[in-house]
Antibody, heavy 114, light 107 residues
Framework: QVQLQQSGTELVKPASSVKISCKAS????????MHWIRQQPGNGLEWIGW????????KYNQKFDGKATLTADKSSSTAYMQLSSLTSEDSAVYFC???????WGQGVMVTVSS | DIQMTQSPASLSASLGETVTIECRAS??????LAWYQQKPGKSPQLLIY???SLHTGVPSRFSGSGSGTQYSLKINSLQSEDVASYFC?????????FGAGTKLELK
């Protein structure tokens, strides 16, 4: 069965970076786009972008240009998102989701605090 | 960016009742619309895609309709397990955008 297993909760300091992961199983990782989505506390959902693991192509929401960097490791079927220059505004839950948003990871809570 | 205006923001209904949630896009999205259910502390779950297609395993009491800029999600015969937040999403154009959500509670 399809599963997306995300890494654990992160507590990070302002101005630092964090890299979170999403390990896929149960389907062909390289043939399916992987989306990343942000949900700030009490707020709705924002699409960050996608990566196509087969060739590494990416598409970003312009709002997250320079903030998020998407990569993928075909050998481990794992997608990654690095968030840089973190501020309190980046405190949120981050989800990965497969191509048609039909399967989602459990989410990673990132808290930015000194 | 395409703006998705969802209404109502919250909704209280009784068991067995039929509820409808609306979503209006700021421009024609040509049925490129999905609906999700999210329970507290959980990830969103896909209910409807392409405006009116029921995702595998989703109960038939959920249905989607609409076209152009106006879309709706209907839940027939409300069950206790339907208490959740619901979001619409357009995927017709980049960046993909979501509605602000509707919180459904039991009366």
């Amino acid at each position: 069965q399809v599963q997306l297993q995300q890494s654990g909760t992160e507590l990070v300091k302002p101005a630092s970076s964090v890299k979170i992961s999403c390990k896929a199983s149960g389907y062909t990782f390289t043939s399916n786009y992987m989306h990343w989505i942000r949900q700030q506390p009490g707020n709705g959902l924002e699409w960050i972008g996608w990566i196509y693991p087969g060739n590494g192509n990416t598409k970003y929401n312009q709002k997250f240009d320079g903030k998020a960097t998407l990569t993928a490791d075909k050998s481990s079927s794992t997608a990654y998102m690095q968030l840089s220059s973190l501020t309190s505004e980046d405190s949120a839950v981050y989800f990965c989701a497969r191509k048609y948003f039909d399967y989602w990871g459990q989410g990673v809570m990132v808290t930015v605090s000194s | 960016d395409i703006q998705m205006t969802q209404s109502p923001a919250s909704l209280s209904a009784s068991l067995g009742e039929t509820v409808t949630i609306e979503c209006r896009a700021s421009e024609d999205i040509y049925n490129g619309l999905a609906w999700y259910q999210q329970k507290p502390g959980k990830s969103p779950q896909l209910l409807i895609y392409n405006a009116n297609s029921l995702h595998t395993g989703v109960p038939s009491r959920f249905s989607g309709s609409g076209s152009g800029t106006q879309y709706s999600l209907k839940i027939n015969s409300l069950q206790s397990e339907d208490v959740a937040s619901y979001f619409c999403q357009q995927y017709y154009d980049y960046p993909y955008t979501f509605g602000a959500g509707t919180k459904l509670e039991l009366k």
